[in-house]
C-alpha cells in the first residue's frame, strides 16, 4: 500500500520559524525531494505513517527507504536529494536494505553535531546494520555499535544483479565493534567512486579473536576490485586489522589513500594496517599518512607488487628502515 505524502488536515501549518514547511509533502532540500524523520524513542512515534513530521517520527529506518521507494513509484518522479534524519536520541537496532529500486542520492543522517549518538546496532549477531545496493547514498553522523562478528556497513556491486553502491559517502561516524564486532565497512564486489572521510574506527576484533576482523574489508572481488575511491582523514585504532582482506587477495585500484592515521595498538594490536597486495591494477596512491609501528611487510605494510603504488609524502615513526628517510617522511613503498 502507498501511503500519500499528505495528512487528514487541508491546511499544514508547517515547522515555526521554517519558511516553506507548509505545505503537504513538508520540509524539503531540493523541489523533488523528500525529508522524512525516524526516532523510535520519541514519544510521538509511529510504525506507520509518511514519516514527514518531525512530532510523529517513524519508528524505523527501513520503513522511511520503503516510503520514499513507493511514493517515487507512485508518482514515477524522481526523490534524488531526500534525506532521512534519525534524531539525536534514537537507538537503532535493525538491519537496514536500501535495494536498487530505491531513489539515487539519498543521505541517511544522524542528527548530531560529532557526539556518540544516535546509535545503530544489528538486529542480531552476525547481522549487518546496512546494506548498501543504490548509488550515491550518504551515510553521516552515527556511532554504530555492531558486536557479535556483525558489520556495520556493507557496500555492493554484484556483477548480473542491480545492485550498486557505487558512489556511496560515509563520512563523520563512528565506528566500534565492542570486542566483537567483524567488519566496520565491507566492500562486497567492485563499488567505484566511494568515499570514505572523517571516520574513527575502533574495538573491531572477531569474536574469540580469530584475527578475521578488519575496520575496512573486501570480501568479494569475484568480478573486478574497488575502483577510484577514495579513503580520508580517518582514524583507525584497537583494530584486528584495519584495512585489507581476508586472504590479501582483494584489494582497491587507483584509489586514493590521504591523511589517515594507522595505530598498531595497545590492547588490540594490529596485523594488517594498510595492505594493498591484493588489487588486480593497483597503482594506488598513499600519501599523507602517520604509519605508527613498523613500517614494513612484517608490520602489516603492503604496496601492491605488480603494479606498484606510489607511498611517498607519509609519515613514519620507522625511521631505521630504508624506505623511510632520518626525517620521518616515506620515500618508497613498504618492503619486506
Keep these: 500500500m502507498v501511503l500519500p505524502q499528505i495528512r487528514l488536515q487541508p491546511w499544514y501549518p508547517g515547522q515555526m520559524g521554517v519558511p516553506g514547511s507548509d505545505i503537504s509533502r513538508g520540509l524539503r532540500w531540493s523541489p523533488t525531494s523528500l525529508v522524512l524523520y525516524v526516532d523510535e524513542n520519541h514519544p510521538g512515534a509511529i510504525a506507520v505513517g509518511d514519516g514527514t513530521d518531525p512530532e510523529h517520527p517513524l519508528t524505523t529506518i527501513q520503513t522511511a527507504v520503503n516510503n520514499l521507494i513507493a511514493f517515487q513509484t507512485s508518482t514515477s518522479s524522481s526523490l534524488v536529494g531526500s534525506v532521512i534524519v534519525v534524531g539525536a536520541g534514537a537507538t537503532i537496532a535493525e538491519d537496514v536494505v536500501v535495494p536498487a529500486t530505491a531513489p539515487e542520492g539519498v543521505t541517511l543522517l544522524g542528527s548530531t553535531n560529532g557526539g556518540y549518538f544516535p546509535t545503530w546496532s544489528p538486529a542480531a549477531s552476525a547481522g549487518t546494520c546496512l546494506t548498501l545496493r543504490q548509488q550515491d547514498w550518504r551515510v553521516t553522523g552515527f556511532e554504530f555499535n555492531f558486536t557479535g562478528n556483525s558489520t556495520a556497513i556493507q557496500l555492493d556491486w ?12 560515509i563520512d563523520s561516524n563512528h565506528f566500534s565493534g565492542w570486542w566483537s564486532g567483524l567488519y566496520g565497512i565491507a566492500f562486497n564486489g567492485a563499488p567505484y567512486n566511494v568515499l570514505i572521510a572523517n571516520n574513527e574506527f575502533n574495538e573491531i576484533r572477531s569474536a574469540g579473536g580469530a584475527g578475521t576482523a578488519f575496520a575496512i574489508c573486501t570480501i568479494d572481488s569475484s568480478e573486478a576490485n574497488a575502483y577510484q575511491c577514495r579513503v580520508l582523514n580517518n582514524w583507525f585504532t ?5 584495512i585489507g582482506s581476508i586472504a ?24 594488517l594496517m594498510l595492505d594493498l597486495r591484493g588489487g588486480s591494477r593497483g597503482n594506488n596512491i598513499v600519501v599523507g599518512n602517520y604509519f605508527c609501528g613498523d613500517y614494513s611487510n612484517p608490520g602489516g605494510y603492503y604496496a601492491n607488487a605488480g603494479s606498484p603504488d606510489n607511498w611517498v ?15 620521518g617522511i616515506t620515500v618508497l613503498p613498504p618492503a619486506a
Design 158 to 169: 554484484v556483477p548480473g544483479s542491480s545492485y550498486n553502491a557505487s558512489g556511496a559517502v
Design 248 to 271: 590479501a587477495d582483494r584489494s582497491f585500484n587507483c584509489s586514493l589513500f590521504q591523511g589517515n592515521v594507522f595505530y598498531e595498538g595497545e590492547l588490540i594490536p594490529a596485523t
Design 313 to 327: 609524502g607519509n609519515f613514519a615513526e620507522d625511521v631505521a628502515e630504508g624506505e623511510v628517510s632520518d626525517s
Design 238 to 242: 584497537e583494530n584486528e586489522n584495519h
